[in-house]
């Protein structure tokens, strides 16, 4: 048999084993026994004492079970391993020993087959309980038939076993995650890295130094002083050995260069909760600045687009209160051209304030005589500032074709688009089958806030006709 200090691989049980089949059989008279440098010849021909002397030269528990499961002998080994002396063990039924799921052949003992059994069980011993691996074989010491037990210490292999599932676990956590992550040793060097941090950085990280692989550029230096005086190595060892978290940087090169990330880092603990490195992550949060910015502008936008409908609401408050004869016109005329501001937001907020295509403005606008308007021109959009001021051109037009023009009798309305010049439109409006136009002279409100509106809100040419057969207005303007 090889040193006792050897055996302890689970991989030379095989070997003891049929070494204990051959002792069975007869195959062999005496065995070498290689123990703390010496050699010693154990002969085994009716002899009980060398018997012993072999079985306590195991370095795996060895015991001997009666044929009716009593245990007659057990070597130092396995008192070690249960934890208890020999005398508290030897004379007491085998499956004692064990704790847990024990084999009912255990239990109501069956001397084990010529081939010998083996099983995965529970030692009991005080405290935890310890995983063995128990072989039971025939033997014959002397004239007594009885099983010759091995039993083998299965900690390091459960703890190999445990190690590569984590391992196997942490390797596809690390595979399938979308942002970068490394593990650091306590010198800062990466010594894993996820498939997301090999492709930020363009380059295999393991084995390298963070810094050597991720150069970061802090964006906000006001929060995040420390980052920029401090030296690459000092860079490293401060990531694999303090805790932050949500650090804003850049990255000054690579392929993701330029994109912001949230940098964090904490401690990675063994099993005695001793730091042995970091996990250090990298939150690529580019879109989410940029949509940051966005709606910065927007609000800016917003703002001020805001403060300008508040202006045209005063300006068409003040100059239809002054042209109004009495409350009740005043708020039919009014609330018409707050309506017609609404329209326009409306139609805007569905494109996010992206423009708006010229039919669909006219649809929302002359709703009310959609059957007697006729368009005529190609699909043409709008941008998004030139909405309002042609929903209120659109209503003045319309309320005064509804109150004089065509739109009060049977007559239509025909509306014409081209574009004049590569970015110049031209909108004609034509009434058509009203009344005839008796004075041609008098200019109302109306037609003032039209020329108003247009020439400074739409910086438009905007011309105003009142031949016998319906007005007629034609506006020129860029987009």
């Avoid at 295999?204 to 810094?211: H, K, M, Q």
């Avoid at 964006?219 to 932050?244: E, G, I, K, Y």
């Avoid at 100059?319 to 326009?344: H, K, P, V």
Wanted: proline share 6%; aromatic share 6%; charged share 20%.
């Amino acid at each position: 048999m090889s040193d006792p200090g050897l055996m302890d691989d689970t991989s030379l049980i095989p070997e003891a084993e049929e070494t204990i089949r051959a002792i069975h059989r007869g195959s062999v008279d005496a065995v070498v026994v290689h123990a703390q440098g010496r050699f010693q010849v154990v002969t085994l021909t009716g002899a009980d004492e060398p018997y012993r002397v072999l079985v306590e030269r195991m370095s795996e528990g060895a015991l001997t079970v009666s044929e009716d499961g009593i245990v007659m002998y057990i070597n130092s080994r396995l008192a070690d391993m249960a934890g208890r002396s020999a005398d508290a063990i030897i004379g007491r039924p085998f499956a004692d020993l064990f704790s847990g799921n024990v084999p009912p052949q255990y239990r109501s003992w069956t001397p084990p087959p010529e081939g010998g059994t083996r099983h995965e069980v529970d030692l009991a011993r005080p405290g935890k309980c310890l995983p063995v691996s128990v072989w039971a074989g025939p033997i014959t010491v002397g004239d007594v038939s009885a099983s010759l037990v091995t039993v083998s210490d299965l900690t390091v292999q459960r703890r190999a076993e445990e190690i590569a599932i984590a391992e196997r676990f942490a390797r596809s956590v690390l595979e399938q995650v979308t942002d970068p992550i490394l593990v650091l040793d306590n010198a800062g060097r990466i010594i894993r890295a996820s498939a997301a941090a090999e492709e930020v950085c363009g380059m295999p990280p393991v084995g390298r130094r963070f810094s050597e692989v991720f150069r970061l550029q802090p964006v906000d230096l006001q929060h995040t002083p420390q980052l920029p005086s401090v030296p690459p190595n000092d860079f490293d060892l401060m990531l694999a050995t303090r805790a932050f978290h949500g650090i804003e940087v850049k990255l000054a090169d690579g392929r993701a260069a330029g994109q912001t990330f949230l940098l964090s880092a904490g401690p990675l603990l063994d099993d005695v909760k001793c730091s042995v490195g970091s996990i250090v992550t990298l939150t690529d949060i580019t879109k989410r600045k940029h949509a940051e910015e966005q709606q910065s502008v927007m609000v800016a936008e917003l703002n001020h687009r805001v403060r300008n409908t508040l202006a045209v609401v005063q300006a068409i408050a003040d100059q239809t209160a002054r042209r109004s004869s009495s409350l009740t016109i005043f708020n039919e005329a009014f609330g018409g051209r707050l309506r017609a501001l609404s329209i326009a937001h409306g139609v805007l907020t569905k494109t996010h304030w992206n423009g708006v295509e010229l039919t669909e403005l006219l649809g929302e606008s002359l709703a009310p005589y959609r059957d007697r308007v006729r368009l005529q021109g190609s699909p043409i959009m709008l941008p998004s500032q030139t909405i309002v001021p042609m929903a209120l051109i659109l209503h003045e037009l319309m309320t005064n074709a509804a109150k004089y023009g065509s739109l009060s009798t049977s007559g239509h309305v025909q509306i014409d688009w081209e574009m004049d010049y590569p970015n110049l439109l031209l909108v004609t409006w034509v009434e058509c089958g009203g009344p005839r136009v008796q004075d041609r002279k008098k200019t109302g409100f109306g037609s003032t806030l039209i020329e108003r509106v247009a020439a400074h809100e739409l910086q438009a040419e905007c011309t105003l006709e009142f031949p016998s057969d319906g007005l007629r207005c034609r506006l020129r303007f860029p987009i």
